[in-house]
């Protein structure tokens, strides 16, 4: 009956709606086949040709949008060495119109083409989306006229299909089963760690991580120490004290040591001059002496060169060309405020140290032979980098701050043998690129390396490089270094303030009683303070120069100045301040804790922005072109 | 050396406003002389959140229409149109977001972290074709989700998937849903927006991989009806479980079937389930022997699932901020460790060694940003590998739970293989149908009660009893 | 016949009462979830100024053509410096508007003059919002200074994905989601000048 009812159905549709049957099993069927009316096949026709078109076109506007994607340089044109190369070639050759044409063009062409690609993907997503639409709209009405009822044939006894798939489909599902145990132990087996993986281990790594950086850090256990040792041993304490040996001298606190050093001298008339040498190559950094030998460098933008002068006589006795291996190509960029050479060298009676704008450092022999050089790679500093160099016994001690935010943690903190040139040990530093230069200080038999940069001040265990403590004292760009006087550390920049730290503290000092007292007048940009046990002066680029009382803070007078700018720190001999201004007027000012005096004013007859060396007897100080021994 | 700024110097230092000196800005801010106005900060609003309540409320007449004619009217061209529509407001207009299927992941978050901010309007939107499918079946799918109205509306050249393989891979959707609800309760991932195929669709643009993921998924749509619905939609699977006791369902004949079998092959996704043949008795002995062995078997494959989950640990706990970075720590110690050996047994310069080092280790930098900014942060190493090995155990829970809840998924499909059920008519699949309505016009019942052919079709078919 | 509409019964009611149950439970669900302690309203993505590091992942990892994040300048911040960080490179290239001495790859960074004082001269920074790709090249020139340039996500772009993308690249994890009422993030510095601004006024 059910079956009569059938055949009965499929008849009737198929001569209602005139549908050719897929599947006919019956004459009945041959015979009463009828064709398909005209108008049905007209639109189906319509409807296949316009999907096709829209396929058509869709296809190729993918294709067009594909091979956009792939023609996408897969370098920012701005980015590309060549256009950065000739970029940095007009830094060099700012007058040169061919180049400046070439880097205009292709700038030009490059951001034309950004905003055409964009535009290009804009469009041509949209006619993408349309052409799909119509395309399946078309397919579908297509596919919608063409429709047929299937003619399924007739069973005479039905079929179990569902054993047959059920059973089929648990075999399946165990098969599945089996591949997504598979698929999870190869992911086991892809992604391994080196993490700890159970509590025990957990428990040792974290106890190998703290053993990691002992006090006694391998790099300077006796072993290690070079053979050449009676060469090595670095000097005593008597020995820094007689000599010039860094920056701003012992201590890099800017005091001499001897205080029979002339207050008057005329260079035209060579009153009091005992002799004066043009320096070959220019730079910012400042004497350093040793014995009878007086160091400094200069560079150009190729060149990078040590000097050794005869404190007899200001004869050179020899220069040396800086030859690291892995010196960068390119040149420094931004250093109009600082020069190539703008880090002052550093010995330790045996050796001199001396690094450069571009991160090149090198040591070298008292005969002037390059005993090794590195370097540090190109610094990233919107000054140049200037920080000088400092010594703790063999180590040479090298603050590498750089980039122009924080975030970029490029700076870092590098001690390196001063034998070999490895780096014993380093440390990164959260900081931003700064200009003051490290020192080492000894408080209550505690040794510190004392940095300043933005917006820390960092105590660093000179031994292997471990955080002592810091503070947050200073902000903005760092030019002055910290110094240490009378049991406290005086630190602080433009913009923000002066500070004085006790520095026997652990860890974040910033908010404690370590903090001992801080100060906003008078504050300096570029000049180091001169501190003594009862006060500090501090010497701003312009305007005043300020006392405060070292172990209060209390402002006790201020000293103005007619027209001149500082850059040159200020110097202690004996009860006396040597200002040098940056026309190359000297300043010799005589202070108790109420006023300032001017006693005596002397003239170097050419610019200065280095800070001088003392010796007995005699004031080395650099000019623009010169080398100048005072005395008499 | 900061004369750059000097030129500038002296006069601003008489112009520092005292309020602003104790701010850390390196350049004062000048106090113009001109009348010039400080600019005001250019912000922006959130968008009005009546949007959201207009989606739902367009998620909720969607359903009800779509239901409406699925179940009243058995309008295939109401529910087509309604598809587009959907494809219109919710896909093209709203970009895909919010949708019932991501819900999943906020609600599973919601579940494990209390402070986690979940919208009124997501959780609504989660249960509300829940609920509709309690009482309707799934006709969310049919015409309401953007995501299942592109597919069907693609679906031109469908090919019969076997119903072997079929149930095979629908067995993946449970395993997306569990993989999804895992990693959205840890508050990192939500896997089923990331690898959302049509969302870039939606927006016209998108990471060039998943526009090609959604182009494939579109192509295959084309021969393979819903791929996505019915193989990966973690929403599909819940819906699907509710659709099995749905107190209405979408009917394939109007009224009684005839058993005519026009409709066999009528629904692309394979959810048309045809009369039951009656087995011998030994077959059903066998039958009910085999369903009793796999009832047994149940809890063995949990524990089994328990037991291989585990070893996701690892790779799992990659999706992990915490671990990526106490990975990278980790590797780049290895690597100075290496370059300190180096630089003490060859002597060779720090900078040069480690260019060695990096080549070997496949590295461009000594850094990523994110470990860059860790060591600036200067919050100490120790913590972080304690904090990441924390967050590994905690990994390594949740990839048992996965794998206990895959291997009961898969025990609990083999018992529903094992299960016969008696069926004496043409019935759709409750699992499997998305009440899209592409059978109803092969069914003669259909054509008479639209008047389209004579005769009370209907009747005919008691001559069966 | 008696049995089998037995059976049917029987699965018919139990249909029902998981039905029963499964609604009941939906609804539950729902009122638990939206009733949770702690519950906001509505929130947004937005990037917090502090922790950006201005990587540039901003641009690169926005499911939009064009990122949603871009560069916003905070004017009571800004030195109006006649040499801005954010605008010229580092690089002591030329100091001109010239497109190619920006550091801006679209020439969104805006700059106009405002005044002279003694010979300083001061330039007004903007940016054009349509133009700006969120490369957040200026924000990271800016940090050199006063940092007055930061990224924001506009919301009249973002369209609010469950999962953010540019989140889960985000190297410092400066991402997150923000009450909608309040939806822009400010340094911890431009609060405190707001703050005082909004005292003054007050």
């Known amino acids: ?116 690609h964009r535009k290009f993907v804009a469009i041509g997503a949209l006619l993408l989306a349309g052409g799909l639409a119509v395309c399946v709209i078309a397919v579908r009405s297509a596919a919608t006229l063409q429709r047929r009822l299937p003619m399924p044939e007739l069973q005479a006894t039905p079929v179990d299909l569902e054993t047959q798939w059920t059973g089929v489909g648990r075999w399946s599902v165990a098969v599945l089963a089996g591949l997504l145990i598979v698929v999870t132990a190869v992911a086991w087996c892809a992604f391994k760690t080196d993490l700890p993986q159970d509590s025990k281990d957990l428990a040792a790594f974290l106890e190998s991580l703290s053993a990691g950086t002992p006090d006694d850090a391998p790099g300077v256990t006796p072993d290690d120490t070079p053979d050449d040792a009676p060469d090595a041993a670095p000097p005593s304490a008597e020995e820094i004290a007689k ?37 070959p190559m220019p730079g910012m950094n400042s004497p350093v002496v040793w014995g009878n030998r007086i160091f400094l460098t200069g560079a150009d933008e190729n060149q990078r060169k040590v000097y050794c002068f005869d404190v007899d006589g200001g004869k050179i006795l020899w220069e040396t060309e800086v030859a690291a291996p892995d010196s960068p190509a390119e040149p ?173 503290g652990e860890g974040d000092v910033s908010e404690t009683d370590k903090i001992v007292w801080s100060a906003d007048d008078g504050l300096p940009d570029t000049c180091c303070p001169v501190v003594t046990e009862e006060l500090v002066f501090l010497l701003p680029a312009t305007s005043y120069l300020t006392c405060y009382d070292a172990k209060t803070g209390e402002n006790l007078w201020e000293f103005e100045f007619e027209e001149d700018v500082f850059t040159s720190s200020p110097s202690l001999v004996g009860n006396r301040l040597y200002l040098f201004a940056d026309e190359g007027k000297v300043f010799i000012m005589e202070f108790d804790r109420t006023e300032a005096r001017e006693v005596a004013r002397a003239d170097l007859g050419e610019e200065c922005a280095t800070s001088p060396a003392f010796q007995d007897g005699r004031i080395y100080i650099r000019g623009e072109k010169h080398l100048f021994c005072i005395g008499k | 050396m900061i004369r750059l700024l000097r030129t500038m110097l002296p006069l601003m230092l008489l112009l520092i406003a005292a309020d602003v000196a104790t701010a850390q800005t390196v350049i004062p801010i000048p106090r113009f002389i001109t009348d010039y106005e400080i600019l005001d900060v250019q912000l922006t609003q959130a968008r009005d959140g009546r949007w959201e309540y207009l989606d739902l409320a367009a998620v909720f007449v969607g359903l009800v229409l779509a239901s409406y004619f699925a179940l009243v009217r058995r309008s295939r061209r109401g529910l087509f149109l309604l598809s587009i529509a959907s494809i219109a407001w919710l896909g093209f207009w709203r970009e895909g977001c919010v949708c019932p299927i991501g819900a999943i992941q906020n609600v599973a978050l919601v579940m494990s972290d209390s402070s986690y901010a979940i919208p009124t309007v997501v959780v609504a939107m989660f249960v509300l074709p829940l609920v509709f499918t309690l009482f309707f079946g799934r006709t969310f799918c049919a015409a309401v989700c953007p995501l299942g109205a592109v597919q069907e509306v693609v679906a031109v050249r469908p090919v019969k998937v076997p119903a072997w393989l079929d149930q095979t891979l629908g067995l993946l959707a449970y395993v997306y849903l569990g993989l999804a609800v895992v990693m959205a309760t840890t508050g990192e991932s939500f896997l089923i927006c990331r690898y959302d195929p049509f969302v870039a669709l939606f927006r016209l643009g998108g990471s060039f991989n998943m526009l090609v993921f959604g182009g494939c998924f579109l192509v295959v749509g084309v021969f393979v009806g819903r791929p996505y619905c ?185 018992i529903y293989l094992a299960v016969r059920r008696r069926r004496r008519d043409y019935q759709p699949d409750r699992t499997g149908c998305v009440a899209c309505g592409r059978c109803f016009w092969y069914c003669p019942g259909e054509h008479a009660r639209q008047g389209w052919i004579a005769g009370p079709i209907a009747g005919q078919g008691d001559s069966r009893l | 016949m008696a049995s089998e509409d037995n059976k049917i019964d029987r699965r018919k009611l139990l249909a029902d009462g998981v039905r029963v149950v499964g609604a009941m439970g939906l609804v539950g669900l729902g009122g638990f979830v939206a009733g949770r302690e702690g519950r906001e309203n509505d929130s947004v993505w937005q990037i917090d100024p502090d922790l950006c590091m201005a990587c540039g992942n901003c641009e690169t990892h926005c499911v939009l053509d064009v990122s949603a994040a871009k560069a916003v300048q905070f004017p009571l911040m800004c030195g109006y410096c006649d040499i801005c960080t954010g605008y010229f490179p580092t690089k002591d290239y030329e100091r001109n508007t010239g497109a190619e001495n920006q550091l801006c790859p679209t020439g969104a960074v805006i700059c106009r003059f405002i005044e002279e004082q003694s010979g300083t001269r001061f330039f007004e920074y903007t940016i054009k919002e349509e133009l700006c790709i969120g490369c957040a090249k200026c924000v990271e020139g800016c940090a050199l200074m006063n940092g007055s340039l930061y990224m924001q996500i506009r919301h009249d772009r973002c369209v609010d994905c469950n999962e953010c993308s540019i989140a889960v690249a985000c190297p410092t994890q400066a991402i997150r989601r923000v009450p909608a009422d309040s939806p822009n993030l400010f340094k911890k510095e431009a609060q405190e000048l707001l703050d005082l601004e909004g005292a003054n006024d007050a």
Not at chain 1, 397 to 403: I, S, Y
Request: with cysteine; hydrophobic share 35%.
């Open chain 1, 1 to 116: 009956m059910g079956a009569v009812s059938l055949r009965e159905t499929q008849l009737h549709l198929a001569r209602r709606d005139g549908y050719k049957t897929t599947r006919c099993d019956t004459m009945s069927m041959q015979s009463d086949n009828v064709q398909p009316p005209d108008n049905t096949s007209h639109w189906h026709r319509a409807a296949v040709r316009s999907a096709f078109v829209a396929g058509l076109f869709s296809a190729v506007v993918c294709a067009l949008l594909v091979y956009e994607y792939c023609l996408r340089p897969a370098e920012d044109p701005l980015e590309t060495a060549d256009y950065m190369a000739m970029k940095s070639l007009l830094l060099h050759q700012r007058d040169n119109e061919e180049i400046r044409g070439s880097v205009t063009r292709i700038d030009l062409r490059a951001r034309n083409e950004y905003f055409r």
């Open chain 1, 243 to 279: 000599n010039w040996h860094r920056f701003r001298g012992p201590g890099g606190r800017g005091v001499s040591a001897y205080t029979n050093v002339p207050d008057s001298w005329n260079v035209a008339t060579g009153e009091n001059i005992l002799w004066k040498t043009p320096v």
């Open chain 1, 332 to 504: 420094p960029g931004s250093i109009d405020f600082t020069g190539y050479a703008a880090p002052t060298v550093t010995t330790d009676g045996r050796r001199v140290f001396a690094m450069f704008a571009n991160g090149d450092l090198a040591g070298f022999d008292y005969q002037g032979k390059q005993v090794w050089a590195r370097s540090l790679g190109l610094p990233v500093n919107c000054y140049g980098h200037a920080a000088s160099l400092a010594m703790y016994g063999g180590l040479l001690l090298v603050q590498f701050d750089q980039g122009a935010s924080a975030k970029k943690a490029l700076s870092k903190f590098y001690a390196i043998d001063g034998a070999t040139g490895e780096t014993r040990w380093e440390v990164a530093r959260p900081v931003p690129n700064s200009w003051t230069s490290p020192i080492v200080i000894n408080h209550e038999d505690r040794e510190q390396i004392i940095t300043c940069c933005d917006p820390w001040v960092i105590s660093y265990n000179p031994k292997n490089g471990k955080e002592l403590w810091r503070a947050d004292a200073l902000g903005g760009e760092c030019g002055p270094s910290p110094v240490y006087a009378g049991g406290l550390l005086h630190v602080g920049n433009e913009y923000c303030r002066w500070t004085a730290i006790r520095p026997d």
């Open chain 2, 230 to 414: 019915r193989y990966l939609c973690p929403y599909g699977a819940i819906l699907g479980l509710l659709s099995k006791v749905s107190k209405w369902h979408v009917k394939i004949p109007p009224e009684e079937c005839i058993q005519c079998r026009l409709c066999e092959d009528a629904c692309p996704y394979g959810a048309i389930r045809e009369p039951t043949v009656d087995q011998t008795a030994t077959r059903r002995r066998h039958g009910r022997r085999r369903l009793a062995a796999l009832i047994v078997l149940l809890p063995v494959l949990v524990g089994v699932g328990v037991g291989v989950g585990g070893l996701l640990k690892v790779p799992l706990s990659r999706f992990d901020f915490t671990v990526r970075l106490a990975e990278r720590m980790r590797f780049e110690g290895r690597m100075e460790e290496e370059v300190q050996r180096r630089v003490q047994s060859t002597g060779l310069s720090g900078s040069k060694i480690w260019g060695e080092v990096l080549d070997e280790y496949g590295q461009e930098e000594r850094t990523t940003d994110a470990s860059a900014d860790f060591r600036v942060s200067g919050q100490p190493i120790e913590e972080l590998y304690r904090h990441a090995y924390d967050r590994t155990m905690h990994y390594g829970t949740l990839g048992r739970w996965l794998g206990g809840w895959v291997g009961l998924v898969i025990g609990v499909k083999l």
